[in-house]
DNA sequence: CTGAAAGCGCTTACAG
DNA sequence: CTGAAAGCGCTTACAG
């Protein structure tokens, strides 16, 4: 009668719970669950240990697990923000690799990391979990550093690191160049550029493509026109003024990024710029909500999901110290709405 | 020479090398970090233990001690689905409050666990986490059942579970009486309603308010006109159409969801209903992207942050077997911009 | 083919 | 005021 008494048919199974029912040692049942190649048993053994382990519903305690064989099982993901819909499917594509590892995935905002004392970092730096994925570019230097000291293998995503020797990116020059071809195939000549900020890796190459594609065109450098803000409604809402107030008149813009997209539409709209009549916009990424801007947006399709779910396999596969460049290429499509058309 | 050896200044540190350095035992170390109120020691002792935690760098390991406390600091959060950025709100203002507190928050999907045969609830029934936040509608009785089966503290977000007995919501009726009464005071008089899905709970609390603010104001039954759909910008396209096709030609439009209102305005816009000239709109959950969709929504300010924070602070602070029923109330405000206007 | 034993790194009642 | 010991639930090299 002892207070704490755990009730009847409670789930507190242990191994020896298994092995007791399957009348073997606990050491069998482990090497039974955990597939042990080295293991000679018989046949009708394993059963009856398949059979208790179901019977009582028996699952490891990860912590028992994670002491003993210092795996954790989980990754830590860090991104900006959660509202924004581009980390959204770089997340669903990680937890679905994770899951089939049989791993989780610990998500976490750096906002969360300014916000109190004890901060994510040393909640993950008490061991809980193997390695850690940055996708997004706040992450402090010193931070970085940590990483390395507390020898957590780590891996940037969407974004390449000062040294460049960890990370995986998407084909960010060819996204640009699918979409300023686009614009060309379509009749137009002078088109302009909505960039991001210069901190960040992805907008250095997007607009490398921007430039890329419109030097092959034959344009001179004269009708290139560029305005960059930073990945927000907002900043894309005042990039679009500048562009609109300069005397170049493009009759396209290439949006490197769909908040500066949305943002981008408001301002058009504010000023009476019919899109696509007077003025053509494509953007990267597809996200469902594309559809339901107004005008509905053409956009170039990134695999977000695949990247999420490759930073994940990548950073399992490797070891801490070794160097992990990829480049996810596949799909990438142009889709066309209603916010590109030929010039008038 | 073990081919394992750590790394001279590794991040290996246990408490026995805090306890050595500060000429200790390692159950003195453990009582000066977790602030054990019944522990006296020297003011010079704790100190040496102090100085010993920070020259070393030293972080308990979470794993074992998990295994001795059977706490493990961390909670489970369930949505359905990473893009939808009222789940955004709810997810920041979780990890806020678990910050607080030292706890993390693991994020998963309801996708994920269909996916993989070995399920998200193996995973967190490991012993993962201390407990699960179910925010949002598609978690199966099956589920919910082994929740209890397996003792694991459960508290159902945003939405009540069948019983009724742990649950935290928002002020669903009303939000609203505050969304109708604008529109009243604006002038209108026959106000129709998109809400949400049969099914969820939100939904029905949402079309009370509609109703009892209808009531209030004196209009007969007979001005009421009700379109439902998933809470989803297609749902929400098509509901608007049905009410758009119906006799009633009503003058304002209260939606109830967020998303069922991106696909209300694009409806709107595809008929050629100019918005507010022809029809105002007001809906649910004040998103940053409000300001940018096509008009300017109008909406009313639900306080999803704080229903992150306080399913989190509830969770912690009561017993698995408690009832927990509780309503988030404040802040809740009209946030006006431009798809409200008074009737022609 | 299977078992006994050690140990991962903590915490906590108990001893002195 | 501080230390010694037991034990949380696993896994794995070793023994037989």
Do not use: W
């Not at 499917?89 to 679905?96: F, L, Q, R, W, Y």
């Not at 640009?176 to 960040?200: C, E, F, T, Y």
């Not at 947006?297 to 990134?302: E, G, H, I, R």
Request: include cysteine.
């Amino acid at each position: 009668m002892t207070p704490r008494q755990k009730t009847i048919g409670s789930k507190r199974v242990t191994i020896i719970d298994v092995a007791q029912r399957a009348g073997v040692d606990p050491s069998v049942v482990s090497r039974v669950i955990n597939n042990d190649d080295r293991l000679r048993i018989k046949a009708d053994t394993r059963e009856r240990v398949v059979a208790a382990v179901r019977a009582l519903d028996y699952r490891p305690n990860a912590a028992a697990r994670t002491l003993r064989t210092s795996k954790v099982g989980a990754i830590g993901l860090f991104i900006p923000d959660f509202a924004n819909p581009v980390y959204s499917e770089i997340i669903a594509g990680a937890e679905a690799a994770a899951s089939l590892a049989g791993c989780v995935v610990v998500t976490g905002t750096d906002e969360v990391v300014g916000r109190s004392e004890q901060t994510y970092l040393d909640l993950l730096g008490s061991g809980r979990v193997d390695g850690v994925l940055l996708a997004g570019g706040s992450l402090k230097k010193s931070e970085q550093a940590r990483f390395e000291a507390a020898a957590m293998p780590y891996l940037f995503v969407n974004r390449r690191d000062r040294d460049g020797s960890r990370y995986v990116v998407l084909d960010d020059n060819r996204a640009a160049q699918v979409a300023v071809r686009h614009l060309l195939d379509l009749g137009h000549r002078s088109i302009a550029m909505i960039g991001g900020p210069s901190g960040a890796d992805t907008a250095r190459r997007r607009r490398q493509g921007y430039l890329a594609a419109m030097k092959k065109s034959g344009e001179g450098a004269e009708s290139l026109l560029m305005a960059s803000a930073d990945y927000t409604p907002s900043g894309g809402f005042a990039a679009f003024n500048e562009i609109a107030e300069s005397s170049a008149r493009p009759t396209a813009v290439f949006v490197a990024n769909f908040a500066l997209a949305i943002g981008a539409l408001k301002a058009a709209e504010r000023r009476g710029i019919r899109i696509p009549e007077d003025l053509s916009v494509v953007a990267v990424h597809d996200l469902a909500l594309a559809e339901y801007l107004y005008p509905a947006l053409t956009t170039v399709q990134m695999p977000l999901r695949e990247l999420g779910a490759r930073a994940v396999e990548l950073l399992m596969a490797h070891g801490r110290t070794d160097q992990i460049q990829d480049t996810v290429r596949e799909p990438m499509r142009l889709v066309e709405r209603e916010s590109t058309a030929a010039p008038r």
